[in-house]
């Protein structure tokens, strides 16, 4: 657009924009400038310290002087590169030969796996994953452009990736299906996943609907988590401190809860998750959320207080950007018998009219601060409302649709609250 322009960033993710960034993704030989970090959420006297008493952490100069270069020095030759971004680097089929020992740790040094050991992937191997599905080896599943490199991720690449996770070839158009999505969600904040099947396959496979659904304790949904950290870290390219900038991480991610629905044990007129996206009931479905925040209810639900109320009084700690509401059978009973909750939808919709939670604390939130104030700013609503309200005045952060309803596990009354919300599903069956 041939407009003079210096970009500025914080200093845990500058070097990723001048290196990788610029590398692979956008080719445009910006000028950039790196102020200290944090910057989100600190006051307008930080800020000012920032820009007129700090240096720039690339250049070292004081940070109005980087600036004003910035816009003044001349291109070098390097900064003068038209045309778009090369492709990442092709890497080879096949690996050198080597011990197992060996290869185990070039798949950790090249940081292609969560760190455990893996299932070296042979010829052989991958080979038997292949005959899980009829779908073509060198079929693009998709290409994944972000964080850069626009790769092809073919089937033969995941057949390699569910082998490395421990899957059987039976687990196979499920691992398909979830590397859709791949990389998985992820930001420099705490955000991770959530997996969830629907289905006759659940049942087919073997996967853990029942009893402690979300410990480790089944090996189907233990592999098929697992094969989406791979899988977004290997293709994904999703690596610490290059392309991930995470300041604490989510343990999540080891195996982004993936549980299946427990569709028999749903009460009357309680619709599993995928006939709620339009899916049949005899359809298999999978589909993932993102979000950050796991809330566990502490203890079973008392006569007392119902558990409508214990649960909107947890999702006040949530953003207000999305939620699920993941409980035992024995508490969609109690919902749908003793306090009248027909469907899911009404659920949601009762929790909706009655979480609230301050002005101050909903955009007090970074994210959401992040996602929304461009629009309140813009004069968008609700956004711009809400936003000038005063900061301890009530707001109702969730509408029904943002709010989703898993039923799964078994034997209590229990239930978690979190804000991932449910995600678009992908049809398992293309995939066979």
């Known amino acids: 657009m041939n407009i003079p322009t210096v970009g500025a960033a914080g200093a845990n993710v500058v070097k990723y924009a001048v290196g990788y960034d610029f590398e692979y993704t956008n080719g445009m030989p910006i000028r950039y400038v790196g102020f200290p970090f944090p910057v989100a959420g600190q006051p307008k006297e930080v800020h000012h310290r920032y820009v007129f008493e700090s240096n720039d952490v690339l250049s070292g100069q004081p940070?109005?002087?980087?600036?004003?270069?910035?816009?003044?020095?001349?291109?070098?030759?390097?900064?003068?590169?038209?045309?778009?971004?090369?492709?990442?680097?092709?890497?080879?089929?096949?690996?050198?030969?080597?011990?197992?020992?060996?290869?185990?740790?070039?798949?950790?040094?090249?940081?292609?796996?969560d760190y455990l050991p893996i299932i070296l992937p042979t010829e052989e191997r991958v080979a038997a994953m292949l005959a899980?599905?009829?779908?073509?080896?060198?079929?693009?599943?998709?290409?994944?452009?972000?964080?850069?490199?626009?790769?092809?991720?073919?089937?033969?690449?995941?057949?390699?990736?569910?082998?490395m996770a421990g899957a059987k070839p039976k687990h196979f158009p499920l691992v398909l299906a979830l590397s859709t999505y791949v990389p998985f969600g992820n930001s420099t904040s705490s955000m991770a996943n959530m997996i969830v099947v629907n289905g006759p396959i659940r049942n087919q496979v073997g996967m853990n609907s029942g009893l402690n659904v979300m410990g480790p304790h089944n090996e189907v949904n233990a592999v098929l988590g697992r094969s989406?950290?791979?899988?977004?870290?290997?293709?994904?390219?999703?690596?610490?401190?290059?392309?991930?900038?995470?300041?604490?991480?989510?343990?999540?991610?080891?195996n982004s809860l993936c549980i299946a629905e427990n569709e028999e044990a749903l009460p009357a007129g309680w619709d599993p998750v995928h006939v709620q996206m339009g899916f049949k009931p005899t359809d298999n479905v999978l589909s993932v959320s993102t979000g950050w925040s796991y809330v566990s209810s502490v203890g079973e639900v008392q006569r007392g207080y119902p558990p409508q109320f214990l649960i909107r009084d947890y999702m006040r700690a949530l953003s207000g950007m999305g939620a699920s509401v993941i409980m035992a059978p024995e508490v969609?009973?109690?919902?749908?018998?003793?306090?009248?909750?027909?469907?899911?939808?009404?659920?949601a919709t009762w929790l909706a009219n009655n979480v609230?939670?301050?002005?101050?604390?909903?955009?007090?939130?970074?994210?959401?601060?992040?996602?929304?104030?461009?629009?309140?700013?813009?004069?968008?609503?609700?956004?711009?409302?809400q936003r000038k309200?005063?900061?301890?005045?009530?707001?109702?952060?969730?509408?029904?649709r943002g709010i989703g309803v898993i039923v799964t596990g078994q034997g209590q009354t229990t239930w978690f609250v979190t804000d991932f919300g449910v995600g678009r599903g992908v049809l398992v069956d293309e995939w066979k």
């Open 332 to 347: 969609a009973a109690i919902l749908k018998d003793s306090q009248g909750f027909k469907t899911k939808r009404d659920l």
């Open 389 to 400: 309200a005063p900061p301890e005045s009530m707001m109702k952060p969730f509408q029904p």
């Open 228 to 254: 989406f950290a791979i899988m977004s870290k290997t293709a994904g390219g999703l690596h610490a401190g290059k392309t991930t900038f995470s300041g604490l991480g989510s343990n999540i991610q080891y």
């Open 356 to 385: 609230e939670k301050t002005v101050a604390s909903y955009w007090g939130n970074g994210v959401v601060s992040t996602m929304w104030a461009s629009m309140a700013i813009q004069g968008l609503e609700p956004y711009a409302s």
């Open 132 to 163: 899980g599905s009829s779908q073509k080896p060198d079929k693009v599943v998709k290409v994944i452009n972000w964080p850069g490199g626009k790769r092809s991720m073919t089937v033969e690449k995941v057949a390699v990736y569910a082998v």
């Open 63 to 113: 940070m109005m002087k980087a600036i004003v270069d910035g816009f003044t020095k001349p291109l070098a030759d390097k900064e003068k590169y038209s045309g778009k971004a090369p492709g990442a680097k092709v890497e080879p089929r096949l690996l050198p030969p080597g011990t197992e020992d060996d290869l185990q740790q070039l798949f950790k040094d090249n940081d292609w796996t």
